[in-house]
């Protein structure tokens, strides 16, 4: 069952190159196991000198952006598992061009580790982008993150656009909610989800507790199971809770059957607006990840080849300066054998007779 998660964080000076590696599983990040969860990643909106590496970009932040400064905000959102990989990257897709657009730099990941107490996928997404504004204006990496100017904005940084502010959270939590469902819709789930609290949506219990994996491995089978089995029947109560409240029973059945169908309409409305535009960039994500996983494919099997090329070439090179020594230990008792019979004194004829 689909569940909501989405939570806010931002990120200070010297943290954005180090964060951009781990969502992007890159660096020191690559090679583990641990780290073998990646399903896709991209970027958008980069200045030039960081258009075929975000990298550049978040060192740059990283090295200019004032001490006190944000490098970098980040939208981390749970995904639905319902959905296939290509249908969340459509989805994170479509969330960022609402959330974002066209406005800041900006970086993401799926990841989809296993979840170490049900064993299933546990898609998420790591959202990060930069508070400042794209105005179209072209700067090398100083400027970009200087103190905007609004009389003069060429000759300073881009303007700063900070999110955190109650309002902007909810309304980024809502957005989330709204293009989920309106996927979840697309795709034939009827599983919905909501960003309100439990007490918002009228549901008399408490919110459970995070587990970590640590904890999960000293937990009881028993346990384990009661657990599971308490959270199945959560669920299915919050979701005829939810059907319940699709139509107002206090009002009059048929206009509540009206409004409803207006409210999906609208909804159908809006989603095949974006539905192209979703579908291609999916289309070119999913290719731009394979290209580049086939890159580091290539890049590892030419550098294992190189490695076993300069390993032959130093055992070749080993073996010639052992047979150049033997040949010089050679030519040394040689040299020596002919002094000695030299220093040999012959033997006298006249004893001889």
């Keep these: ?17 180090a964060h951009a590696a781990y969502i992007s599983r890159e660096g020191k990040y690559s090679g583990y196991d641990r780290y073998e969860d990646l399903e896709a990643s991209a970027h958008g909106n980069m200045p030039v000198w960081a258009a075929h590496n975000p990298a550049h970009f978040w060192a740059a932040a990283d090295e200019h952006e004032r001490a006190n400064g944000a490098t970098y905000r980040e939208i981390e959102v749970a995904l639905p598992r319902e959905l296939k990989p290509e249908q969340r990257i459509a989805l994170v897709a479509d969330f960022i061009q609402r959330e974002i657009g066209n406005d800041h730099a900006y970086q993401w990941a799926i990841h989809c580790p296993k979840a170490a107490l049900e064993k299933g996928e546990q898609p998420h997404a790591h959202i990060m982008y930069s508070e400042r504004t ?7 990496p100083e400027q970009y993150f200087k103190r905007y100017n609004a009389k003069n904005p060429e000759k300073g940084g ?23 469902n309106q996927h979840l819709e697309r795709h034939g789930h009827t599983v ?7 007490k918002e949506q009228g549901i ?25 089995s308490r959270r199945a029947a959560e669920g299915e109560l919050e979701r005829a809770q939810c059907q319940v409240s699709l139509i107002d029973l206090s009002g009059d059945l048929a206009a509540a ?5 207006a409210q999906e309409q609208s909804q159908m409305a809006e989603l095949a607006k974006n539905q192209d535009a979703a579908r291609a960039y999916a289309r070119q994500v999913t290719e731009k990840f394979k290209a580049e996983q086939a890159a580091r494919e290539f890049a590892r099997q030419a550098t294992e080849q190189l490695k076993a090329e300069m390993a032959a070439k130093a055992e070749q090179e080993r073996q010639q300066k052992i047979e150049q020594m033997r040949q010089q230990k050679e030519q040394e008792r ?12 012959k033997p006298s004829r006249g004893l001889e007779r």
Excluded at 161 to 171: I, V
Excluded at 206 to 211: R, V
Excluded at 257 to 261: F, G, H, I, P, S
């Design 158 to 180: 881009c303007r700063k656009d900070s999110a955190g502010t109650e309002e902007r959270l909810q309304a980024t939590r809502q957005r989330w909610a709204e293009v989920q």
């Design 204 to 228: 008399n219990r408490q919110p459970e507790k995070h587990i970590g994996a640590s904890r999960i491995k000293d937990m009881q089978q028993e346990d384990i199971s009661a657990l599971l």
């Design 334 to 345: 040689k040299i020596e054998i002919e002094k000695e019979q030299k220093l040999t004194p």
């Design 134 to 140: 794209i105005d179209g204006i072209e700067r090398d």
């Design 257 to 261: 059957k009206a409004d409803r169908l």
């Design 192 to 198: 919905r989800v909501d960003h309100r609290s439990l």
């Design 1 to 17: 069952m689909a569940s909501y998660h989405c939570t806010v964080k931002v990120g200070g000076k010297g943290k954005a190159a």
